[in-house]
């Protein structure tokens, strides 16, 4: 898919601002990433121990807990992946190169997939419905972390390994901890635009009856008692629902408000409207890490039900037993399609307008030489 390239300026005039600790610390990710993936490789395994040997029970899905082995596999796996990623700041042959590489892709791998159920705890926290687990939530967070630092290890290394800045991937041989050069807010292309709506249409028909049952109206074999019923006692989703409102509806908006941020200009900057920040850049990690969380968990969910849906109906799996507020199992299942229709449409719209964020808002460090390390990938810079 075509990304849309534009100049590259830098947001302040004049002199750039004074660095502080943090900026500094942040500059320097390529460097201090490997040993933060270690030292969360050691944590965790500490903490999947712990849990192991005293018999705590952690949630990997509804009415199914980790056993002790799994958990100690995974601190395994947590300490071989965190010290790979500190290898990656050392000179290796090739023999290291490969066992470095196998153990960083198997340990991402897994707390990647570990990661996808940080969508389900957003959900719960912005509609109130409490935590379930403390113990779930604790493995998803850990998870996630480790991914993430993994993740940012894997980038440098990659870079590094291609002759390019670990940080801003352009060649350069200057220092890379320095000021950045960041493009100018841009839209995504035509294209872009036109996948991710469609995609998002998705969510109509799944939306609709929800919104339909909460309102008081009947559709699909499900009246609107029998919605009403489900949801009571629900805590603040059921105080929702109550107005009107459905808790898993408005999560579902605000995955589209951040699907639009990603594709126009209002998502790389500060609009008017947003006080004390208004023009200010939007760092670039804040739509990008939520947006390839949330994409990544929804379309594995919704590629997920479409299948099992598909399945159930051609009757290559059994039927699905029909529970409340659905009264037979036809109903059931195109409820399940219409979830995975939505869910898959919204995250693969969401992947796909973050692929182009991604691209539209690229730095380069300002120490590169800027007209040649742009040239390389084809982008004019724009020299005020």
Same mark, same amino acid.
């Given at each position: 898919?075509?990304?849309? %390239?534009?100049?590259?300026?830098?947001?302040?005039?004049?002199?750039?601002?004074?660095?502080?600790?943090?900026?500094?610390?942040?500059?320097?990710?390529?460097?201090? /990433?490997?040993?933060? /993936?270690?030292?969360?490789?050691?944590?965790?395994?500490?903490?999947?121990?712990?849990? @192991?040997?005293?018999?705590?029970?952690?949630?990997?899905?509804?009415?199914? %807990?980790?056993?002790?082995?799994?958990?100690?596999?995974?601190?395994?796996?947590?300490?071989?992946? $965190?010290?790979?990623?500190?290898?990656?700041?050392?000179?290796?042959?090739?023999?290291?190169?490969?066992?470095?590489?196998?153990?960083?892709?198997?340990?991402?791998?897994?707390?990647?997939?570990?990661?996808?159920?940080?969508?389900?705890?957003?959900?719960?926290?912005?509609?109130?419905? #409490?935590?379930?687990? @403390?113990?779930?939530?604790?493995?998803?967070?850990?998870?996630?972390?480790?991914?993430?630092?993994?993740?940012?290890?894997?980038?440098?290394?990659?870079?590094?390994?291609?002759? $390019?800045?670990?940080?801003?991937?352009?060649?350069?041989?200057?220092?890379?901890?320095?000021?950045?050069?960041?493009?100018? @807010?841009?839209?995504?292309?035509?294209?872009?635009?036109?996948?991710?709506?469609?995609?998002?249409?998705?969510?109509?028909?799944?939306?609709?009856?929800?919104?339909?049952?909460?309102?008081? +109206?009947?559709?699909?074999?499900? !009246?609107?008692?029998?919605?009403?019923?489900?949801?009571?006692?629900?805590?603040?989703? +059921?105080?929702?629902?109550? @107005?009107?409102?459905?808790?898993?509806?408005?999560?579902?908006?605000?995955?589209?408000?951040?699907? !639009? #941020?990603?594709?126009?200009?209002?998502?790389?900057?500060?609009?008017? *409207? %947003?006080?004390?920040?208004?023009?200010?850049?939007?760092?670039?990690?804040?739509?990008?890490?939520?947006?390839?969380?949330?994409? #990544?968990?929804?379309?594995?969910? #919704?590629?997920?039900?479409?299948?099992?849906?598909?399945?159930?109906?051609?009757?290559?799996?059994?039927?699905?037993?029909?529970?409340?507020?659905?009264?037979?199992?036809?109903?059931?299942? *195109?409820?399940?399609?219409? +979830?995975?229709?939505?869910?898959?449409?919204?995250?693969?719209?969401?992947?796909?307008?973050?692929?182009?964020?991604?691209?539209?808002?690229?730095?380069?460090?300002?120490?590169?030489?800027?007209?040649?390390?742009?040239?390389?990938?084809?982008?004019?810079?724009?020299?005020?």
């Amino acid at each position: 898919m075509a990304v849309p %390239t534009n100049s590259l300026t830098r947001v302040d005039a004049g002199p750039p601002p004074e660095a502080t600790a943090w900026t500094t610390w942040w500059r320097r990710w390529p460097g201090w /990433a490997p040993r933060a /993936a270690l030292v969360w490789g050691v944590g965790d395994a500490v903490v999947q121990t712990a849990w @192991a040997v005293t018999g705590t029970s952690v949630p990997v899905k509804p009415h199914e %807990t980790y056993t002790a082995g799994v958990q100690f596999a995974l601190a395994a796996l947590a300490v071989l992946g $965190g010290a790979a990623a500190q290898a990656t700041s050392r000179p290796l042959g090739r023999p290291g190169r490969v066992v470095v590489s196998v153990a960083l892709a198997a340990s991402l791998l897994v707390f990647g997939a570990g990661a996808l159920g940080v969508t389900e705890i957003l959900v719960t926290l912005v509609t109130l419905s #409490g935590i379930e687990s @403390a113990t779930g939530v604790v493995q998803i967070l850990l998870n996630t972390s480790g991914a993430g630092l993994l993740l940012m290890t894997v980038v440098a290394h990659r870079r590094r390994r291609r002759g $390019g800045c670990p940080r801003c991937g352009h060649p350069h041989t200057r220092a890379g901890d320095g000021p950045l050069v960041h493009p100018g @807010a841009s839209m995504a292309s035509a294209r872009t635009q036109v996948t991710a709506y469609v995609l998002m249409c998705g969510l109509v028909p799944w939306a609709g009856l929800k919104t339909i049952w909460t309102l008081g +109206g009947d559709a699909l074999g499900v !009246t609107a008692e029998g919605w009403r019923k489900l949801n009571e006692g629900a805590g603040a989703a +059921g105080s929702l629902a109550s @107005a009107g409102l459905d808790a898993s509806v408005m999560a579902a908006l605000l995955g589209v408000f951040l699907l !639009t #941020g990603l594709m126009y200009r209002w998502g790389m900057a500060f609009p008017r *409207w %947003t006080p004390f920040l208004s023009g200010r850049r939007v760092p670039r990690l804040l739509p990008l890490v939520p947006a390839w969380l949330t994409g #990544g968990a929804l379309s594995v969910y #919704g590629v997920v039900l479409n299948v099992m849906a598909l399945l159930s109906a051609i009757r290559v799996i059994p039927a699905f037993e029909p529970k409340p507020p659905f009264t037979t199992s036809a109903d059931l299942t *195109w409820m399940v399609w219409f +979830g995975g229709l939505a869910f898959g449409g919204l995250g693969f719209a969401l992947i796909v307008a973050a692929r182009s964020y991604a691209a539209r808002t690229r730095y380069i460090c300002a120490s590169a030489d800027t007209a040649e390390a742009a040239g390389s990938d084809g982008v004019d810079v724009d020299a005020r």
